[in-house]
């Protein structure tokens, strides 16, 4: 069964809005991992954060962790249309990655 | 320093013949990670292998895969007897090391069509 499970499925935002994605899990990690796949696509690692960081930033990305909710959010912001993408969270234990079905985002130009 | 390289890029095989996977990691990485995708779907992890060492299989079928990781040379996914079910996007990922802060960098993944 899957870990995470993004929410929302699919995101649609005008070009220069923040996107959120947030993503829930069911067991403790160690760790908490965003990846982008472009259609058709390999997968791009965006950031890692532990179990006891609470918030990481890289770029226009904001990465949230709340342990207790066994929850995390990407946020991007100021969106482009090259963010157009699905977004993944995935949760290590140790060296197994266990992936949510990811968010489809949209950015309309 | 290139990345994980992956071939071939498109695999298609009619049912009852071998697919082979390769997956050369990052230079520097020891540590391989074969996932597979379904479409509109997460992915699903199938092996963890270190240099000739499988260390964890659970994710991978008990019949038909197998997956090596040799001294010399890439690791081989290898999918004997395709069958329709078994078309998906296969992914490689490769880390320095195994630990829980590691990341894993990923391939760009051999699509295999089954007819």
């Known amino acids: 069964s899957q870990q995470g499970e993004e929410d929302p499925q699919a995101l649609s935002i005008q070009e220069g809005e923040n996107a959120t994605m947030n993503c829930s899990y069911k067991?403790?990690?160690?760790?908490l991992q965003w990846y982008r796949q472009n259609s058709g696509r390999g997968l791009v690692h965006l950031i890692l954060i532990r179990s006891n960081e609470r918030e990481k930033h890289s770029g226009r990305l904001r990465v949230t962790l709340d342990t207790s909710k066994k929850s995390s959010s990407l946020l991007i912001t100021a969106s482009r249309a090259a963010d157009t993408a699905s977004y993944f969270c995935?949760?290590?234990?140790?060296?197994?990655?266990?992936w949510g079905a990811g968010t489809k985002l949209i950015i309309k130009p | 320093n290139a990345g994980v390289m992956q071939n071939p890029r498109h695999l298609v095989r009619r049912r009852g013949q071998e697919a082979r996977l390769r997956c050369s990691p990052m230079k520097g990485h020891s540590h391989v990670y074969w996932y597979r995708q379904l479409p509109e779907e997460g992915l699903k992890f199938m092996v963890y292998?270190?240099?000739?060492?499988?260390?964890?299989e659970s994710g991978m079928p008990k019949e038909r895969f197998s997956a090596e990781f040799p001294k010399e040379g890439p690791s081989i996914l290898r999918i004997q007897q395709v069958v329709r079910g078994d078309s998906a996007a296969y992914f490689c990922?490769?880390?320095?090391?195994?630990?829980?802060?590691?990341?894993?960098?990923f391939g760009p993944g051999t699509r295999l069509l089954v007819l």
């Open positions: 995935a949760t290590g234990s140790n060296y197994q990655l266990i």
């Open positions: 067991t403790s990690i160690n760790n």
């Open positions: 292998l270190q240099k000739e060492n499988i260390i964890d």
């Open positions: 990922a490769s880390s320095p090391g195994q630990g829980v802060s590691e990341t894993q960098y």
